[in-house]
């Protein structure tokens, strides 16, 4: 009897959607279609993440596949970003309700488009069946131990700064619930790229190394973000609200202090906030300017704990996304 092998839609959605989709990077031996992908490193210090999109919690149902496949890598390089690492590989397990290949083609080229600007190698995964979930795990590489930045390290008198414009995630969310009608469409359109397609400051990471005293992302809100940092140090912050970089979109369609609060609370920006003590201050800026990256300080580390903020006027109801 000669049985022919029949590949099953899983693997055909693999190979089509995934493994063929694959760019090869130099220490990668081996990717998908083994066991395990085998690696060899270039540096033994390595930076590793993970984080899941779920359906109805992190996208709304109707989102395009290929915006989710965007997202759900750049969220993880994010994370790479704050602690100054450079991407290289990523793993992706997909959980959906049943194979659907145009579906996981659009969702691949959205994933494929961002993972080659970095000269990410997606070197694995898994595939199942479930209620639409994405988890996307990513490695990067630092220089040496002492460059990582960590949460911990800000010290009384530091800088805080921010990598770029605040607020404008959140209001695309609005936009995309259909709240959206005292937005022009051009303001439209740039805060639901913000939302959809937020761009992973990798490259402030990287210049931040052996500078930042520390950092993190800020993906569930400035204030809730920051919170995690100044825990981490034992330390509080003062936050001049007047600082605080506001895009045109939002200072178009928001008045002042509405603007300011989406700006202090909203997530999913993906912006870095990092610490700078006062003496490496302008090498920061020289370093980030090389890079044509803009930076905002926004305020500076004190010693009384939590936020003290300044030049806002408003009531804060919640301070940020929550996950549970
Ligand atoms: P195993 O049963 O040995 O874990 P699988 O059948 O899950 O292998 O997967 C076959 C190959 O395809 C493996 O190399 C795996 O890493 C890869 N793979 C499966 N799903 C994905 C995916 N969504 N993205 C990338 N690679 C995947
Ligand atoms: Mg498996």
């Not at 194979?99 to 959205?110: H, N, Q, V, Y």
């Not at 414009?165 to 303001?187: C, I, M, Q, R, Y």
């Not at 609370?265 to 490496?280: I, M, Q, S």
Request: a negative charge; proline letters at 4%.
């Amino acid at each position: 009897m000669n049985l022919q092998l029949q590949d099953s839609d899983e693997f055909d959605l693999i190979n089509t959607c995934f493994k063929n989709k694959a760019k090869q990077r130099q220490d990668v031996l081996i990717g998908i279609g083994d066991d395990a992908a085998f690696m060899n490193a270039s540096s033994p210090f390595l930076a590793m993440a993970v984080d899941t999109l779920v359906e109805g919690v992190h996208f709304l149902p109707n989102a395009n596949p290929a915006d989710i496949g965007y997202k759900s890598l750049a969220v993880n390089l994010s994370d790479l970003a704050a602690v100054g690492a450079e991407p290289a590989w990523m793993l992706l397990a997909l959980t959906m309700p049943t194979p659907d290949k145009i579906w996981t083609e659009k969702f691949s080229a959205g994933l494929f488009e961002l993972a080659e600007q970095f000269n990410v190698q997606l070197i694995g995964g898994d595939t199942t069946r479930g209620p639409l979930t994405v988890t996307v795990q990513v490695t990067g590489y630092l220089p040496s131990a002492e460059v990582a930045i960590a949460r911990r390290g800000a010290k009384v008198g530091d800088k805080i700064y921010v990598s770029g414009t605040l607020g404008d995630a959140g209001l695309g969310l609005a936009v995309a619930k259909g709240n959206g009608e005292f937005l022009s469409s051009e303001d439209k359109q740039y805060v639901l790229q913000r939302l959809h397609r937020p761009t992973p400051r990798v490259n402030v990471g990287m210049a931040l190394r052996g500078i930042a005293s520390s950092a993190i992302d800020i993906s569930d809100g400035l204030l809730v973000d920051i919170g995690h940092l100044l825990a981490a140090n034992q330390v509080g912050a003062r936050i001049d609200a007047d600082k605080l970089p506001l895009s045109s979109a939002l200072n178009d369609s928001l008045v002042e202090n509405e603007a300011k609060k989406l700006a202090l609370t909203a997530g999913d920006d993906y912006e870095l906030c990092f610490t700078v003590p006062a003496n490496k201050e302008s090498l920061m800026l020289a370093r980030l300017e090389e890079k044509k990256v803009a930076s905002y300080c926004i305020g500076e580390i004190i010693a009384k704990t939590g936020i003290e903020i300044t030049h806002f006027s408003g009531e804060l109801s919640s301070q940020g996304f929550k996950h549970w």
